[in-house]
Each structure stands twice: as C-alpha cells, then as structure tokens.
C-alpha cells in the first residue's frame, strides 16, 4: 500500500539523511573528480574490495534503517511504501552528493533481487528481500559453467529431490561467479529433469555460499584482479523451501534476472557512458594544447561524442518509458551494444593520442588509466549475455527477423 507523505516533509528527511552520511558537492567538485579512473567495472586487489564491501554494507544499512532503500517497494518486503516519485526526488537530491561505490553490491541489487521479486515465495521474499537491501546478506549468480554460457539450457549442475521431496541434493561446477567469495548467498541454475525441451529442464534455488559443500576458487583476471570465481559444488542440501518458482520453471525466473541485469547495464551510472567521453574529451584537449593530435584523431574524438551523446539521449527516454509503465526488454540489447561500442572506440581513440604512454603506469593523470580500461573492457562485451546474443535478440525480438535456431 502506498503511504501518504508530505512531500516537503520527505525531502527535508532526504536533505537530513544526505548530510549526515554523504559529502555534499558544491559545483566545482562536482564536475572535478579525484580519480581519473575509466569507469568500465572494478575488479580491485582483495584489501581494496574489502574495504569497498564494508562501506557498501554501512551506507544500505543506514539508508535501510532511515526507510530509504528502497523507497517505492512493498512494506512486506522491506520497502518503505511510498509513492514513485519520492524514489525520483531522492535519486536527484543523492546527485548532489559524494556516494559510496556500490559496484560489490551489483548482482545483489540488478540480478539477484529482480530473480527473487519475480518469483520467489512470499516467505522466502520476506525472509531475504529485507537482509539484501540491507546489505546484511549479499548474493551472487550461479549461473554459468564451463559447459553452458550463452545456452543457459545446457546447465549440467544437478538437483535431485532426496527425503520424500522436502530437500535436494545439488552437485556440479559453476564458473565466472562475480563475487562469489564474499557472497552469503547465491542464485543457483540446477537441471532437475530430462524433458525434451531443454528449457523445461531447470529449476531455481537459493543456496547457502557458507555451507562446506560449496567451495569457491578464485580466477585471476588479465587486469590483475580476481573478482570472478569457479564453484564446486558437492552434495549440496537445499531445502525445497529455497526454491524460487516452479520445480522445472528456472528459465522463467533466469529471464527475470538477466532483464534486470541488462536493465542496470542501460541505465546505470557506472556503464561506460557520459564519464567516457568526458575524459576522452579532457585528453584530446591536452593534447591539442601540446600540438600533438592528428586530424583523423579529432574526427575520432568527435564520433565519440556524437555516439555518446546519442545513448545518452537514448537512454534518458527508455528510463522515461519505463516510468511511465512501457516496459522496455530487447530495446535494452541495443543501449548495452552501444555502450560497449562507445567504450571500445573511446579506448582505441585514447590510444591514438596516447601511445606507449596507455602501457605503462607512470603516475601521470589520464594515461595509464586507459591502459587498465582495455584490460577490463572485453569483459563487458561477455557479461550478461555477449554482443553476439544481444544482435539475436534485437534480430528477433526487435525487427521479426528469422530465428537463430
Ligand atoms: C564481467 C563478467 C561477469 C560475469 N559474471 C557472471 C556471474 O556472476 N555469474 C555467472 O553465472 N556468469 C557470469 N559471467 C559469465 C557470462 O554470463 C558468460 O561468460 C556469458 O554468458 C558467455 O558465455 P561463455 O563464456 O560460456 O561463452 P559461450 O556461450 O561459449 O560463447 C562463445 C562465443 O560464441 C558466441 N555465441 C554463442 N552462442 C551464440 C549464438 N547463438 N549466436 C551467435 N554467437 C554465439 C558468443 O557470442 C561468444 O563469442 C560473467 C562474465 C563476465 C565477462
């Protein structure tokens, strides 16, 4: 039910909550920022992580307890019960403030929450949507393995039901778990039948990552960082009370996340997007102060600026169209397209202008930071479905055009 509020009396509590727990911007910090890092994802040192994880984990706990995490969702499940616009007014107010990083939080948030609200029993939603907005459980996604990425149907961990049905028994191997080592929970993609139609074969669970039947290895990265992991998983119990939706119905509930996951890939803040440009644009200039930036480079520079400004554009009227109810699904494989388009020419354009100086790490502003993009960039084009998917979508779904299989 949505409660009444006053809405000068809920900005006055948003303005109290703001400068009690975040550094207000004044115009000049706002656009100045510290770091000159490319925000494509992080995959930070272990320490870096860690320290990054506890201040996510204290900013949702402070924004849970003022009633603010999730502002228009149900009071059932830990929302605050107000109307969407107070969610509108406080999302503008926050971009007036230094916020924490939230990137830990990512799959609990955009992959894991819209699985569970999709599907999940009332009890299991009562007993997890509270914990995870209040950052006191995280999860990852158990979706992936060595032998099914992109076709998700051919998931081979399996789940079979033990003690007359109340529990199952789950065992195979996972791989590229994003933040499966600091992870309470996860999602888990399980076969649990050999029906003909393979997307009839899974079912959905939620699993404990504590429990000693799961062992979690770390993967390292070629940017240095090991925020993936492989999953072992061996004779694993789940109670039949963690499922989430229907015994051979995990299909429907593994479209809900990825919705939500390519969703915050279009519109989030921390997609390749306007800051892009933004620093491309602060190293053209420097360059062509110093005389040292060739005419194609510019034109590169200004075809940057043209694509970026477009997905902006684009962006700002899918994000419109789905307040106003029009939900938007295949639209969103062509906004994670683009970004990673833009990000790709972006990089190879800073390389133009920056040469060897994008390889080593000399200390100087906007160098190295390039260099370190295009180590984490083609992961972007991989994660939550790759640009090859996300063409087929958009040639079926989009423009009728014939089936891939
Ligand atoms: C940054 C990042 C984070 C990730 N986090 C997680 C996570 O937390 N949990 C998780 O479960 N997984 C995660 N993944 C894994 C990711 O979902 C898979 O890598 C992805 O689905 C692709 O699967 P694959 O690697 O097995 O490649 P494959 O599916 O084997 O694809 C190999 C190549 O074939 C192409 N291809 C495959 N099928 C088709 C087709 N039908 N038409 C045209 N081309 C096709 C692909 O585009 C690709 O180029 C993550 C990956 C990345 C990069």
Redesign the pocket.
Known sequence: MTERIDDNAFAAKCRLFLDANAERLDAASATLEDSDAIPV?DSPERSEEEAQLAVARDWQRALFDAGLAWIDGPTDYGGAGLAHHHQEVFDEMCAQYRLPKLNTLF?TFH?VLPGLLAAASDDLKRRLVPALLRGDLIA?????EPG????LSAVSTRAVRAEGGAVWVATGQ???????HYSDIGLLLARTSDDDVPHRRLTMFVVDMHDPAIEVRPLREMSGGAH?NEVFIDGLHIQDSCRVGDVNGGWRVAMATLGGERKAVGYSSDAPNWVVVQRLLELARTAAHRGQIAASVVDAVVRCYVLGSAIEHTAANLAAAERRGDTRGPEMSTLKLLRNRLLRDCIDTAGHILGMNMLADSGERGTYAWGYASTLAP??R????????Q??IIGERLLGLPR??
């Open positions: 994802f799959v992959i990852c996604q158990l979706f992936s099914a990425g992109s076709d996972k791989v590229w778990t994003s933040g499966g993936f992961g972007l991989i994660g939550g479905g790759t640009d090859e998917i063409k087929n891939d299989r």
